[in-house]
T-cell receptor, first 110, second 117 residues
Framework: DQQVKQNSPSLSVQEGRISILNCDYT??????FLWYKKYPAEGPTFLIS?????DKNEDGRFTVFLNKSAKHLSLHIVPSQPGDSAVYFC?????????FGTGTSLTVIP | NAGVMQNPRHLVRRRGQEARLRCSPM?????VYWYRQLPEEGLKFMVYLQKENIIDESGMPKERFSAEFPKEGPSILRIQQVVRGDSAAYFCASSPRTGFSSGNTIYFGEGSWLTVV
């Protein structure tokens, strides 16, 4: 049973525009959420996180929004750059385990 | 390099052989996680270990797969009698402490790519 879902397998965005990646979860016990970025043949790298007590966290061009009532979080990248092209995984945690989505492949077109 | 170290990066095994994947966590980290990524799929949790203890192995296949994290040395993911379906990328991650409510983060290694021929 997939507790964390990324329903868009791919997304293409023009350079300079906003990229919005979405993630839904089913378990209301999740209290910490993270986004990871992954290039081919490399391990995922941590990007940004948010605690369930917040609804927004910003770090430079990256902002994560959390809507607990909808069990939905999103990652906004603005402005998007070609180097942002990668697979983005969202993850949710309760206790000692992370649950990952299936990833969204972002392509930023120059 | 103080990151999570995995080796080998690439491993080719014939069906029926054994595969051993090693993971050294980041310095100061005592919690290790193994994830598997099958082609065209996301990251699937396999096992969570602390030194000398398996904490959660709910994601491990019941047969042929085992993991350990000894008091000294790296964590080992062992796959016996490999089959073609075991071909995947295996990622190790580590964290400094239990629980993530306080903002803990896990850090991944570069991965080990297993190919079964």
């Amino acid at each position: 049973d997939q507790q964390v879902k990324q329903n868009s397998p791919s997304l293409s965005v023009q350079e300079g525009r906003i990229s919005i990646l979405n993630c839904d979860y089913t378990n209301s016990m999740f209290d910490y959420f993270l986004w990871y970025k992954k290039y081919p043949a490399e391990g995922p790298t941590f990007l940004i996180s948010i605690s369930s007590i917040k609804d927004k966290n910003e770090d430079g061009r990256f902002t994560v929004f959390l809507n607990k009532s909808a069990k939905h979080l999103s990652l906004h990248i603005v402005p998007s750059q070609p180097g942002d092209s990668a697979v983005y995984f969202c993850a949710a945690s309760a206790g000692n385990q992370f649950y990952f989505g299936t990833g969204t492949s972002l392509t930023v077109i120059p | 390099n103080a990151g999570v170290m995995q080796n080998p990066r690439h491993l080719v095994r014939r069906r029926g052989q054994e595969a051993r994947l090693r993971c050294s966590p980041m310095k100061g980290h005592s919690h290790v996680y193994w994830y598997r990524q099958l082609p065209e799929e996301g990251l699937k949790f396999m096992v969570y270990l602390q030194k000398e203890n398996i904490i959660d192995e709910s994601g491990m296949p019941k047969e042929r797969f085992s993991a350990e994290f000894p008091k000294e040395g790296p964590s080992i993911l062992r796959i016996q009698q490999v089959v073609r379906g075991d071909s995947a990328a295996y990622f190790c991650a580590s964290s400094p402490r239990t629980g993530f409510s306080s903002g803990n983060t896990i850090y991944f290694g570069e991965g080990s790519w297993l190919t079964v021929v």
